[in-house]
Nanobody
Framework: QVQFVESGGGLVQPGGSLRLSCAAS????????MGWYRQAPGKQRELVAY???????NYADSVKGRFSISRDNAKNTVYLQMNSLKPEDTAVYYC???????????WGQGTQVTVSS
């Protein structure tokens, strides 16, 4: 199983930026597609973006053009650069292998992103 530790969240004004980081344990990281997911209050967890082991990326329509996912296999870390943040981006953000399968490990604690003036 893989374990994940997310960081980098915080309170930011609309239009601001944040960079999230996710450190993953386990040697399978570099061979796995990785995803950033988020869960807003009262809503189901949703996929925000994913990056393949080779670096190909894909984004949810709601964040396309504003968010950018990247990875550093040497550091077992995946990043999410978030620009032009909107109040509707407020959520707890998690990373995990993509596509998500419970057998691959539990969710981390996530990192809270709050976009508010």
């Amino acid at each position: 199983q893989v374990q994940f530790v997310e960081s980098g969240g915080g309170l930011v004004q609309p239009g601001g930026s944040l960079r999230l980081s996710c450190a993953a344990s386990g040697s399978i990281f570099r061979f796995s597609a990785m995803g950033w997911y988020r869960q807003a209050p009262g809503k189901q967890r949703e996929l925000v973006a994913y990056i393949s082991s080779g670096g190909s990326t894909n984004y949810a329509d709601s964040v396309k053009g504003r968010f950018s996912i990247s990875r550093d296999n040497a550091k077992n870390t995946v990043y999410l650069q978030m620009n032009s943040l909107k109040p509707e981006d407020t959520a707890v953000y998690y990373c995990h292998i993509y596509p998500y399968k419970p057998v691959q490990g539990p969710w981390g604690q996530g990192t809270q992103v709050t976009v508010s003036s």
